[in-house]
T-cell receptor, first 119, second 112 residues
Framework: EAQVTQNPRYLITVTGKKLTVTCSQN?????MSWYRQDPGLGLRQIYY???????DKGDVPEGYKVSRKEKRNFPLILESPSPNQTSLYFC??????????????????FGEGSRLTVL | SQQGEEDPQALSIQEGENATMNCSYK?????LQWYRQNSGRGLVHLIL?????REKHSGRLRVTLDTSKKSSSLLITASRAADTASYFC????????????FGTGTSLTVIP
């Protein structure tokens, strides 16, 4: 089954304790991205990756790191979490970002979300 | 800053009625997409309309795009209780094409 898998789905942690949220997709997608969703603010992009070893900042990258060593995986790393990073996090992937220019691809496939609470 | 904004923020209708929600955006785009999110779940892609298209249909969904007004609308016809969800528009800017900007969403409640 084609899917984007995030882990953990729920996590409560304390300020400063490093954590990683994993994201894996089995669709051989080149494009992957992380979003956070907060009430009243919608989804905001944290980082995205066009392909292996290619990552770039989104709108709210502060406090986060990512890596793309393999095509299927795109982990989100919080080196020193703070309470303002309490949020619902989504990983998403897409077949090819430039596909939107020549076809009707470009839709994002989302994981089920990871609810993070930082105390 | 928010690229897309949905209107209304919340909408409540009776089953069988049509639901219309709107999205406005700020800068030129390559395409506009609509997504649906059931409470606390991942977003699911509904429909994509390209900047050179004006209208698109998919089942009970009808999407329009007016690039001169920088706005789009999503119409769900003959709504069902199962349509209860939040709906988001997402745009990508024509000068990058690799960042997607989501609005704050419209929360739709369909009353059986």
């Amino acid at each position: 089954e084609a899917q984007v898998t995030q882990n953990p789905r729920y996590l409560i942690t304390v300020t400063g304790k490093k954590l990683t949220v994993t994201c894996s997709q089995n669709m051989n997608h080149e494009y992957m991205s992380w979003y956070r969703q907060d009430p009243g603010l919608g989804l905001r992009q944290i980082y995205y990756s066009m392909n292996v070893e290619v990552t770039d900042k989104g709108d709210v990258p502060e406090g986060y790191k990512v890596s793309r060593k393999e095509k299927r995986n795109f982990p989100l790393i919080l080196e020193s979490p703070s309470p303002n990073q309490t949020s619902l996090y989504f990983c998403a992937s897409s077949p090819h970002p430039w596909g939107i220019l020549i076809s009707n691809t470009g839709e994002l496939f989302f994981g089920e979300g990871s609810r993070l609470t930082v105390l | 800053s928010q690229q897309g904004e949905e209107d209304p923020q919340a909408l409540s209708i009776q089953e069988g009625e049509n639901a219309t929600m709107n999205c406005s955006y700020k800068t030129s785009i390559n395409n506009l997409q609509w997504y649906r999110q059931n409470s606390g779940r991942g977003l699911v892609h509904l429909i994509l309309i390209r900047s050179n298209e004006r209208e698109k249909h998919s089942g009970r969904l009808r999407v329009t795009l007016d690039t001169s007004k920088k706005s789009s609308s999503l119409l769900i016809t003959a709504s069902r209780a199962a349509d209860t969800a939040s709906y988001f528009c997402a745009t990508d800017l024509s000068n990058t094409g690799n960042q997607f900007y989501f609005g704050t969403g419209t929360s739709l409640t369909v009353i059986p």
